[in-house]
């Protein structure tokens, strides 16, 4: 009663992921790098698996014996394919063969999303193995057209983001010696 079938029980919430990334596109900045924009439109929707793994793997291996949910999950995959590639175009729209670029990377994207995502779950959805997931995602960009730079340039600026964050979050060392003394 709460699904309108038995495939929408088993699936995940594509709508949501699907708005996701198409808010990525909306709210991204104009002179954003598109790849950076699709690889971050990509990347939202890993959350649909990554939040509860157990539960999909279970749905990674009942798809793949189940006929009527594989149809349904490639359905899934084009959409998102037919999603990237529409908001590509509306960013590439002047510029040299706009529409070829948009189709191709919009495709690259989603094969790639696809790719990693099944070496993942075929893995049986180690946590320590999301950045890998990520990592592996994030590859496409040396094989879209553009900048093929783009890709060690956000990882660049990532690791350093880490670095500022791991030293924020621990205690200044001025702060140790007072801890010290009183333990």
């Known amino acids: 009663r709460y699904f309108p079938s038995k495939e929408d ?22 002179d954003e790098p598109t790849a950076s924009v699709a690889l971050r439109a990509g990347e939202t929707v890993f959350e649909l698996y990554t939040e509860d793994p157990e539960l999909s793997v279970r ?5 793949g014996r189940v006929p009527a949910l594989r149809d349904r999950e490639s359905a899934s995959v084009d959409h998102y394919r037919r999603l990237f590639t529409r908001r590509l175009r509306e960013r590439m729209v002047r510029g040299p063969d706009g529409e070829l670029r948009a189709a191709v990377i919009g495709a690259s994207v989603a094969a790639a999303h696809n790719v990693a995502l099944r070496e993942w779950l075929t893995a049986g ?16 960009a040396a ?35 007072r801890v010290s003394a009183v333990a």
């Not at 919430?13 to 699907?18: C, G, R, S, V």
């Not at 749905?59 to 798809?63: K, N, P, S």
């Not at 959805?125 to 496409?140: E, H, K, Q, T, Y």
């Not at 879209?144 to 030293?167: K, M, N, Q, Y």
């Open 9 to 30: 029980a088993v699936s995940p919430d594509h709508e949501t992921a699907l708005a996701r990334a198409a808010e990525v596109f909306a709210t991204a900045h104009p």
């Open 59 to 63: 749905r990674f291996a009942l798809t």
């Open 125 to 140: 959805a180690p946590a320590d193995g999301v950045p890998v997931l990520v990592a592996r995602f994030r590859s496409v």
């Open 143 to 177: 094989l879209l057209p553009g900048d093929p730079g783009l890709t060690s340039v956000a990882d660049r600026l990532e690791a350093a983001i880490g670095r500022l964050e791991r030293t924020a979050t621990v205690a200044p060392p001025w702060s140790l010696g």
